[in-house]
Nanobody, 115 residues
Framework: VQLQASGGGLVQTEGSLRLSCAAS????????MGWYRQAPGKQRELVAI???????HYADSAKGRFTISRDNAKNAMYLQMNSLKPEDTAVHYC??????????WGQGTQVTVSS
């Protein structure tokens, strides 16, 4: 199983980006998928998660600005990020987990927000 994250880039403050995560090597639909991020010198932190049924949970920093979604048929997940701030600058990682298959991480995609 491989998770491929894409969509990162350089944007100005208040700009938007849409991250994508595609799972390959399996047709299995993960119980939980999510996005984490890690800024330089900081620990990796949760951004948002979504269950197979579409239930979502957001970090306080993401509420009202980010929207997580998934397409179970495509085994894909997305993160629409609006009103980006310089403190959102980080490598963003996609994550997928199931009780049977275990946990998987993507390679990360860099998001840089300039002030």
């Amino acid at each position: 199983v491989q998770l491929q994250a894409s969509g990162g880039g350089l944007v100005q403050t208040e700009g938007s980006l849409r991250l994508s995560c595609a799972a390959s090597g399996t047709s299995f639909s993960f119980t939980v998928m999510g996005w984490y991020r890690q800024a330089p010198g900081k620990q990796r932190e949760l951004v948002a998660i979504i269950t197979r049924d579409g239930n979502t949970h957001y970090a306080d920093s993401a509420k009202g600005r980010f929207t997580i979604s998934r397409d179970n048929a495509k085994n894909a997940m997305y993160l629409q990020m609006n009103s980006l701030k310089p403190e959102d600058t980080a490598v963003h990682y996609c994550y997928a987990n199931s009780p049977v298959r275990g946990a998987f991480w993507g390679q990360g995609t860099q998001v840089t927000v300039s002030s």
